[in-house]
C-alpha cells in the first residue's frame, strides 16, 4: 500500500485557522472512516489529536477539527497558537490489518 | 498512560535485536499493542500489532519474516525482535496502545533510537 499524500508544511500567523489535507485512495482513505491524525513535537511523545475522521480524544482542544471527503482527508486548526508549531501527520487503515501513514506536513505559526 | 521503550542503541548489519516496551497506567491486558517506526524524515510506519492474550499477530508487508512481536501481560511489556538488521531499519522505535476498532493509537511512547551502521 501506498504512504498517504500531505503537503510538507502550512503555515498561519496566531489566531488564524490553517488546513492541512491527506490524500489516499479509495482503497484506504475513501473506503474506511478510520483516518486519524497525529502531532509531533520534537523531544515528546507523539500525540493523537483527531480519530474516526471527526472525533477529538479528551484533552484535545476544539481548535482542531477533521473532516474527509472522497479520497481526501482534511485537519483544521483555528485560532492558531505558537504550541501548535509541530508535524501532523495523518493516517488510515487501509484493511488487510493495515495501517499507512503520510510524510507529515510541518505548521509554522 | 505511560510507555516507555528501551533496547535501542547502534547496531552492527544482520545482527538481531530486542526492543521492550514497559507499560503503565491502563490495564494493559485489556489492550491490542503495537509497534511502530520512523526512519529519518519520513513519515511514521506502522510495524506490528498484538492481541491482548498475544494469540493474534498482524506485521506491515515489508515486516514479514524478520520481524516479531511478543507480549507479556504479568509485566505489562510488548517486545520487538528484529533478526538480520539492515540498514533501512534505521529509525525511531514507538510502542503504542492500538485502538483497532476505529484504526488507530491513542497513546505512544517517546521511542527508542535504532540506527543500523558498520
Known amino acids: 500500500q501506498s504512504a498517504l499524500t500531505q503537503p510538507p508544511s502550512a503555515s498561519g500567523s496566531p489566531g488564524q485557522s490553517v488546513t492541512v489535507s491527506c490524500t489516499g485512495t479509495r482503497s484506504d482513505i475513501g473506503a474506511y472512516n478510520f483516518v486519524s491524525w497525529y502531532q509531533f513535537h520534537p523531544g515528546t511523545v507523539p500525540k493523537l489529536i483527531i480519530y474516526e475522521v471527526t472525533k477529538r480524544p479528551s484533552g484535545v482542544p476544539d481548535r482542531f477539527s477533521g473532516s474527509k471527503s472522497g479520497n481526501t482527508a482534511s485537519l483544521t486548526v483555528s485560532g492558531l497558537q505558537a504550541d501548535d508549531e509541530a508535524d501532523y501527520y495523518c493516517s488510515s487503515f487501509a484493511g488487510n490489518n493495515n495501517f499507512i501513514f503520510g510524510p507529515g506536513t510541518k505548521v509554522t505559526v | 498512560v505511560q510507555l516507555v521503550e528501551s533496547g535501542g542503541g547502534l547496531v552492527l548489519p544482520g545482527v538481531p535485536l530486542r526492543l521492550s516496551c514497559a507499560a503503565s497506567?491502563?490495564?494493559?491486558?485489556?489492550?491490542?499493542m503495537a509497534w511502530l517506526r520512523q526512519a529519518p524524515g519520513k513519515g511514521p510506519e506502522w510495524v506490528a500489532n498484538?492481541?491482548?492474550?498475544?494469540?493474534?499477530?498482524f506485521y506491515g508487508a515489508s515486516m514479514k519474516g524478520r520481524f516479531i512481536i511478543s507480549r507479556d501481560n504479568a509485566k505489562s511489556s510488548i517486545y520487538l525482535q528484529v533478526n538480520s538488521l539492515r540498514d533501512e531499519d534505521t529509525a525511531i522505535y514507538y510502542c503504542?496502545?492500538?485502538?483497532?476498532?476505529?484504526?488507530?493509537?491513542?497513546?505512544w511512547g517517546l521511542g527508542t533510537q535504532v540506527t543500523v551502521s558498520s
Open positions: 498484538i492481541k491482548q492474550d498475544g494469540s493474534e499477530t
Open positions: 497506567g491502563f490495564t494493559f491486558r485489556f489492550y491490542w
Open positions: 503504542a496502545r492500538a485502538q483497532l476498532a476505529g484504526g488507530y493509537f491513542d497513546y
